[in-house]
T-cell receptor, first 115, second 115 residues
Framework: AQSVTQLGSHVSVSEGALVLLRCNYS??????LFWYVQYPNQGLQLLLK??????LVKGINGFEAEFKKSETSFHLTKPSAHMSDAAEYFC?????????????FGTGTQLKVEL | DAGVIQSPRHEVTEMGQEVTLRCKPI?????LFWYRQTMMRGLELLIY????????DSGMPEDRFSAKMPNASFSTLKIQPSEPRDSAVYFC?????????????FGEGSRLTVL
């Protein structure tokens, strides 16, 4: 079984500051890991994903995440926050090679960007 | 290509009434998922289908909930009778086994309010 834990349900940063959203996973098999973003009154959109290979993955809108197996983490970062980044972010995990693409989501982190 | 289409976007009903939510997945996708999102419980997987066949319905909360997928381009989630605690946003998502591993494409959701 897989699960993810997102530390901090609310994160607030200043515009231009570093964004760091934390995600730790638990998986009995090699995982696929994802970050999704949800803007108000919309569905979830894929930001980036890790499957195999390079552990630092880059996504849309300047976000990136690093898969650290030793720490069972997949934290999301962005060097400089923009007002448009304000949204809810979800980390998710699925099992490699099976599971029918069944994703298990974390509880989400609401990102607030202040002037 | 059109994305995942859900209807209705908003539904307000009274307790005891039947509710039917509809979903049209992306053409060519062979997996379809129904998720429920609430403030208290986050995103919960209710059921998913592969090639129109239900694979895992362990997330369906009660017998009041049922889901069908009569063909590759249509699915319904039905609640009968509805209760106030069913108030939530219901998301449909689809994916392709042969496509980008584990990437789900979400609809914009159906916001259900049961009075």
């Amino acid at each position: 079984a897989q699960s993810v834990t997102q530390l901090g349900s609310h994160v607030s940063v200043s515009e231009g500051a570093l964004v760091l959203l934390r995600c730790n996973y638990s998986s009995s098999v090699p995982p696929y890991l994802f970050w999704y973003v949800q803007y108000p009154n919309q569905g979830l959109q894929l930001l980036l994903k890790y499957t195999t290979g390079a552990t630092l993955v880059k996504g849309i809108n300047g976000f990136e995440a690093e898969f650290k197996k030793s720490e069972t983490s997949f934290h999301l970062t962005k060097p400089s926050a923009h007002m448009s980044d304000a949204a809810e972010y979800f980390c998710a995990v699925s099992a490699q090679g099976g599971g029918g693409n069944k994703l298990t989501f974390g509880t989400g982190t609401q990102l607030k960007v202040e002037l | 290509d059109a994305g995942v289409i859900q209807s209705p976007r908003h539904e307000v009903t009274e307790m005891g009434q039947e509710v039917t939510l509809r979903c049209k997945p992306i053409s060519g996708h062979d997996y379809l998922f129904w998720y429920r999102q609430t403030m208290m419980r986050g995103l919960e997987l209710l059921i998913y289908f592969n090639n129109n066949v239900p694979i895992d319905d362990s997330g369906m909360p009660e017998d009041r909930f049922s889901a069908k997928m009569p063909n590759a381009s249509f699915s319904t989630l039905k609640i009968q009778p509805s209760e106030p605690r069913d108030s939530a946003v219901y998301f449909c998502a689809s994916s392709s086994q042969t496509g980008m591993a584990g990437e789900l494409f979400f609809g914009e959701g159906s916001r259900l309010t049961v009075l």
